[in-house]
């Protein structure tokens, strides 16, 4: 177990539709991480929170969002969702540093 | 442009010998390099990591090796247990302005080890 959650597990909805994935890092983690695993690729960074501002963009697209609560956990916002946006979607929690705790994920199921 | 690539999607080996995985990356801003295992249904795990300065790190049975020269890295299990089935994802990351680590992942590599 590596102290970060991600809820829900599972999430099955249609295409058009907006979802909130959520994330609560580790304890006392200031930073987190949202990652996108879909079949054909790797995982691919989304966006990076840092004590509530962010930090850094990857590949997120603009129908996505993020952010960080004063308490430190996260949602990921995905909007007008698409079949394409069928992944798992990995949360990860890191102090300050390098090494980034991974959380189980939400599957995303878009029908 | 992959960064960070895995070139064999899939390794086996007998349990007791050793597994070597291997990763290449091509971005020379890459200063620290991390080992993660992924098991089905599950987030990946952290294994070990290297940074830039050093050229070996080991952790019980995993050692990681750097190359820089060669942009080159990789991961030794030994002995290789069945319950180190899983797969293993190269990543690498550089600051850039602050406390960005985003890290830039290989494709990964089945590993499976047989009994």
């Known amino acids: 177990d590596s102290g970060v959650t991600q809820t829900p597990k599972h999430l099955i909805t249609a295409t058009g539709q907006r979802v909130t994935l959520r994330c609560s890092p580790r304890?006392?983690?200031?930073?987190v991480y949202w990652y996108q695993q879909s079949l054909d690729q790797g995982l691919q960074f989304l966006i990076q929170?840092?004590?509530?501002?962010?930090?850094a963009k990857g590949n997120i697209l603009e129908r996505f969002s993020a952010q960080q609560f004063p308490d430190l956990h996260s949602e990921l916002n995905l909007s007008s969702l698409e079949l394409g946006d069928s992944a798992l979607y990995f949360c990860?929690?890191?102090?300050?540093?390098?090494?980034?705790?991974f959380g189980p994920g939400t599957r995303l199921t878009v029908l | 442009d992959q960064q960070v690539k895995q070139n064999s999607p899939s390794l086996s080996v007998q349990e007791g010998r050793i597994s070597i995985l291997n990763c290449d990356y091509t971005?020379?801003?890459?200063?620290?390099f991390l080992w993660y295992k992924k098991y089905p249904a599950e987030g990946p795990t952290f294994l070990i990591s290297?940074?830039?300065?050093?050229d070996k790190n080991e952790d019980g049975r995993f050692t990681v090796f750097l190359n820089k020269s060669a942009k080159h890295l990789s991961l030794h299990i030994v002995p290789s247990q069945p319950g180190d089935s899983a797969v293993y994802f190269c990543?690498?990351?550089?600051?850039?302005?602050?406390?960005?680590?985003?890290?830039?992942f290989g494709k990964g590599t089945l590993l499976t080890v047989n009994p």
């Open positions: 990543a690498a990351s550089y600051r850039s302005g602050g406390s960005n680590y985003k890290l830039t």
């Open positions: 304890s006392g983690d200031l930073s």
């Open positions: 990860a929690s890191s102090p300050s540093g390098d090494t980034q705790y």
């Open positions: 929170y840092y004590n509530g501002e962010e930090r």
């Open positions: 971005n020379s801003m890459f200063d620290y």
């Open positions: 290297i940074s830039s300065i050093k």
